[in-house]
């Protein structure tokens, strides 16, 4: 199969991308009723320091159905010394290895993929464990949040997590789905969070002007079903 082949990204316009207050809030809310996949469900190493706001229990609360996968066997220690029983170590790029007669409804990778390797490898084996009417709820970090761009230009170096290995804007997450088979089918950015009542002001109102400068990108994708995509390898090659 040739790169000819792959679907060709969704073209997003401004007015299409929705303003999330709350990214946390979102991905519940998705999650409510359906088979959850939740990728880097630990969150280590604050798993201990949020035990009161812990993405994956705020899942679990609503959804009896959620499976848990993390690269971290500490972070899993901690989730299983609180009660959480349904997860499991494992590499999130082998999804298909890990579950090999499994599909779920809704995959959440919440904050992972600047973490990963190889993310497109995540893509191959995420699109291979999803129903075919299922999705793919994905946030990262947005390379143009405003207070990020005000940092640079005013320490005039990064300031990079020691764990990141990528930068995500809206274009490139797209063009990163479309190869691995995906179509987006939401857009959305998320307003600053944990800022002083003026700071959260500013910046909510930046928000509003300017989504493109958002905390982080979050998007819905589901299966291309045009035809199978070909394998990450062979777009590479």
């Given at each position: ?17 929705q303003r999330i207050r709350d990214r946390d809030e979102h991905l519940v ?53 609180r009660g959480f029983e349904n997860v499991m170590h494992g590499d999130a ?145």
């Amino acid at each position: 199969m040739n790169q000819a082949t792959i679907v060709q990204p969704l073209q997003l316009a401004i007015d299409e991308f929705q303003r999330i207050r709350d990214r946390d809030e979102h991905l519940v809310a998705m999650a409510r009723g359906k088979r959850v996949l939740h990728v880097g469900c630990a969150d280590w190493p604050i798993t201990a320091e949020r035990s009161d706001d812990l993405l994956h229990a705020r899942l679990t609360e609503a959804s009896p159905d959620v499976v848990g996968i993390d690269i971290s066997e500490r972070g899993l220690e901690e989730l299983r010394r609180r009660g959480f029983e349904n997860v499991m170590h494992g590499d999130a790029q082998r999804l298909d290895e890990h579950f090999p007669d499994q599909h779920f409804d809704l995959i959440v990778a919440g904050e992972t993929l600047e973490h990963l390797p190889n993310p497109g490898l995540f893509l191959e084996s995420a699109r291979r464990v999803l129903r075919d009417d299922g999705t793919l709820l994905i946030t990262v970090p947005n390379a143009f949040y405003l207070l990020r761009l005000i940092v640079l230009f005013l320490r005039r170096s990064e300031i990079v997590h020691r764990d990141h290995n990528y930068y995500f804007s809206i274009k490139t997450l797209n063009r990163l789905l479309a190869t691995a088979g995906f179509r987006i089918t939401f857009a959305g950015f998320t307003r600053p969070v944990e800022m002083k009542r003026l700071t959260a002001f500013l910046f909510d109102r930046a928000h509003t002007l300017f989504p493109y400068c958002g905390q982080s990108v979050v998007v819905h994708a589901s299966k291309h079903t045009d035809g199978e995509a070909p394998a990450l390898r062979e777009v590479l090659r």
